[in-house]
């Protein structure tokens, strides 16, 4: 699993450091974003929709993963 | 504000500075004053005028239908019942109160209906309130069926038509409902509460007996003078101003979605309000958006985190699920022409560009 370590980043940043993230990342694997603005609870899934990936879920507090499908 | 609002103000200034409760002739002048823009008022909602109370805001107006309304509902039961899109003041009254149980809406801004009626239902539940119209993202709500679901539970429904009251008519079937003189381009200093006979309402302030709501301390009457005759004149413009600001806020729609690329546009898109439009861009900080276009002269308004004071994204965008930052929120007034449209989407895209250029983006 990829991680991005987006703590102590305001958004947007965090979905900006996912988004420059994916173009590493194989499809089919899951990218793991830690971030610690509340806006990245709301964002992530948003951006998900917006892009066509999937939205795995917040498996613990401040942490979000991704699935890459395309 | 709208020139009627001045105006009245002017002249009420004039004539309308008197306490309407004493009984010298200045204080007679002042009360007939307040009698005819109570009377005004009440003619525009299509109530009595003893139902008609002005209050120094609209939050504190939105406080007192909430406080109060639970207040008199105390021996039916505790819980007050609201939707997730309502405006912060009724969220922070639903804080001071033990038992709130929200209602959640669809991607679009919409009230789920099946769980309103779940909980309007359930046993113990005092008050209902339902906003007429997102104030974030102007998707109206459906308030008659929503209202007919508390009739059919003898619930009250409060309905805060800030957003909505002088641009698109009121609905039918609420209890209590509250608005905001700026809001429809009246002075700053005025709410208004209107509470429909037969409704109990208790005030929650102290030093206080009477079982109807009236201002703490005097009223600022000029200001309620221009209220009035604002709300009056923006009524009568209402229709043709719906028919001219919807096809631009259309235009909005359309062109902001082909011309910007990763660009969300919020709210539903036929039954909205028709002078606000909403869009969230992926990658923007939505405060330097804002300034970029205050520069080129555009006051618009923003439900992202990073332009709130409490650094939380806006609890409308959360509850729809859409995106929240990069958000801007533009609400066309009688002072906004095509022109202006057309130079705000001429500008956006470059703007845009340029905020994400420089986030790497």
């Known amino acids: 699993m990829i991680e991005v370590d987006s703590r102590g980043r305001r958004c947007p940043l965090p979905i900006i450091d996912l988004a420059k993230a994916m173009p590493g990342v194989e499809v089919g694997e899951v990218v793991r974003v830690l971030a610690d603005d509340p806006a990245a609870a709301n964002d992530i899934p948003a951006w998900c929709r917006m892009k066509g990936q999937e939205y795995l879920g917040s498996p613990e507090a401040d942490a979000y993963e991704v699935r890459k499908v395309r | ?361």
């Open chain 2, 1 to 361: 504000m709208h020139p009627v609002a001045r105006q009245a103000l002017l002249a009420a200034l004039e004539d309308g500075w008197a306490d309407p409760d004493r009984l010298y002739a200045a204080g007679r002048r002042a009360q007939q004053l307040r009698e005819a823009a109570t009377a005004t008022v009440a003619q525009c909602i299509g109530v009595r005028p003893d139902e008609v109370t002005f209050l120094p805001s609209g939050t504190a107006a939105a406080h007192a239908a909430v406080l109060g309304g639970l207040a008199g509902r105390a021996r039916a039961g505790k819980t007050f019942v609201h939707s997730a899109i309502e405006h912060s003041a009724v969220l922070h009254a639903a804080a001071r109160h033990e038992q709130a149980r929200e209602v959640g809406v669809d991607r679009l801004g919409r009230l789920d209906l099946t769980a309103w009626g779940e909980a309007v239902s359930a046993p113990g539940t005092a008050l209902a309130a339902l906003i007429s119209a997102s104030h974030e993202v102007g998707t109206v709500q459906p308030i008659e069926e929503a209202a007919a679901v508390c009739a059919d539970n003898g619930v009250p429904l409060y309905v805060d038509a800030a957003q909505s009251l002088g641009h698109s008519p009121v609905p039918a079937g609420w209890s209590l409902l509250t608005a905001s003189a700026r809001k429809w381009g009246g002075p700053a200093g005025v709410g208004l509460l209107v509470v429909r006979k037969g409704v109990r309402w208790l005030s929650p302030y102290p030093g206080d007996d009477l079982h109807r709501p009236h201002a703490e301390g005097s009223v600022n009457l000029p200001e309620i003078v221009a209220a009035a005759a604002s709300l009056r004149a923006v009524m009568a413009e209402a229709e043709a101003e719906a028919a001219r600001l919807g096809p631009l806020i259309e235009k909005i729609r359309e062109k902001v979605a082909e011309t910007v690329p990763d660009v969300e546009i919020v709210g539903d898109p036929d039954v909205r309000l028709p002078h606000l439009v909403t869009f969230s861009c992926l990658y923007v900080d939505g405060e330097a958006l804002l300034h970029a276009l205050d520069r080129h002269g555009f006051a618009v308004s923003s439900g992202s985190s990073c332009t709130a004071s409490t650094l939380r994204p806006s609890h409308v965008l959360e509850a729809m699920g859409v995106l929240s930052h990069g958000n801007v929120r533009v609400s066309l007034h009688r002072g906004s022409t095509e022109a202006d449209v057309d130079r705000f989407l001429a500008v956006l895209p470059g703007l845009v560009e340029a905020i994400r250029k420089e986030a790497g983006m």
